[in-house]
């Protein structure tokens, strides 16, 4: 704007076209001058995404948005309606490489990172097409978030500020499967949004079966990692433990689990595995899904049952997919 003699508050009235009034258009800033409207559009594009299908569950009123991005590559992100608000989990890359034995969204392979605006821009479109707020993210659809570090530090810093989006950072919630490393640089970032480990054992020979990044950072030090973090941010974390029948289930992995997260301030959120076509993994019955709740109570560790929403459109936790074909 200042190459262009423009005054400084051109900026911010841009910034809050972009991020709190989601227009996808230069068009659409109907504050500035014909003139610079149509300068901008010869000059510049907005990283707009366009929906190229969308899934609506007949059970929950789940919506599953397949996005399309500028070259043609697709990711998926999920609108969720609960009692305190809406909920949208958002994909942080094309594809995923860290090769979960349970998630469809590595099967294909990894394409690349996503930029903060096509993180943005699955905000923004969604709550353009619902007609609805947001007040909830999580970054878990596809992607490893702390695999495209900096792109996602930013999408951060965009939704939260005061002039645009301003999304409070509790509001937030980034889940990864354990890069070590990472996690220390985010503890020292001391931001306010909520950790989730993606756990799923409770220990490094059942583990490294599933989850390949164990081989490289074993449950241990991934825990005395998020010790480091609690003691930065203050922060409880939360550990996703993905309930498989006859592979981590059972009453002693309870227990070990119970043994190891004790020391932490932290919460446990079960969730009965959810089916893939790749693999012929099946959720926990009922019953044992109670019992390990039950053991981990015991011990002084709080814990939820995940809700399982958008099943009946492959909406739910692992099952997103960069092909458009489920
Ligand atoms: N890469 C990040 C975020 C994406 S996965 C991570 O690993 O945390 C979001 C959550 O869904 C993770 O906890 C993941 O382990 C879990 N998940 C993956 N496949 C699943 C499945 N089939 N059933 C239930 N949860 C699954």
Redesign the pocket.
């Known amino acids: 704007m200042e190459q262009k003699g423009q005054p400084n508050f051109r900026t911010k009235q841009i910034f809050e076209w972009l991020h709190k009034r989601n227009v996808s258009d230069f068009g659409q800033m109907t504050n500035l001058s014909a003139q610079l409207r149509e300068e901008l559009s010869a000059e510049f594009y907005l990283n707009c995404l366009k929906i190229k299908k969308k899934l609506v569950s007949r059970i929950d009123d789940t919506v599953k948005y397949l996005y399309e991005l500028q070259d043609g590559e697709c990711v998926e992100s999920v609108f969720m309606k609960y009692q305190y608000g809406n909920s949208i ?1 958002i994909s ?1 890359q094309v594809g ?1 490489r ?1 090769g ?1 034995s ?4 590595t099967k294909a392979g990894f394409v690349r990172c996503l930029t903060p605006s096509e993180m943005l821009e699955q905000v923004y479109r969604t709550e353009q097409d619902t007609g609805q707020k947001i007040s909830n993210i ?10 495209n570090f900096e792109n996602v530090m930013a999408f951060l810093e965009l939704i939260s500020h005061p002039s645009g989006r301003n999304l409070g950072q509790r509001h937030i919630t ?5 890069l070590v490393p990472r996690i220390y640089e985010l503890a020292d970032r001391k931001l306010q949004i909520t950790l ?5 054992a409770p220990n490094n020979t059942m583990r490294s079966k599933t ?1 390949p ?1 164990n081989l490289k950072y074993p449950i241990e030090e991934l825990l005395e990692a998020c010790c480091y973090y609690i003691q930065q941010t203050n922060r409880r974390i939360s550990f ?1 433990y ?1 309930l ?1 029948k006859g592979v981590n289930d059972r009453e002693q992995d309870a227990n070990e689990l119970a043994a190891r997260l004790k020391p932490l301030l932290c919460h446990v ?1 079960l ?6 076509k790749e ?1 012929d ?1 099946q ?1 926990s019955k009922k019953q044992n899904v109670i019992r390990f709740s039950r053991l981990l109570e015991q011990s002084g560790i709080n814990v939820t049952v ?1 809700r ?1 929403l958008g099943q009946d459109i492959n909406a ?5 997919r960069r092909d458009n074909r489920s």
């Open positions: 989990c942080t995923c860290m979960c349970f998630c469809a969204s999580v970054l878990m659809g596809i992607g490893e978030p702390l695999d980034l889940s990864t499967c354990g989730s480990i993606s756990l799923h989850m990044v996703e993905a498989i959120n969730i009965p595995v959810n089916e893939i693999r993994y959720a995940r399982t739910a936790c692992g099952q997103l």
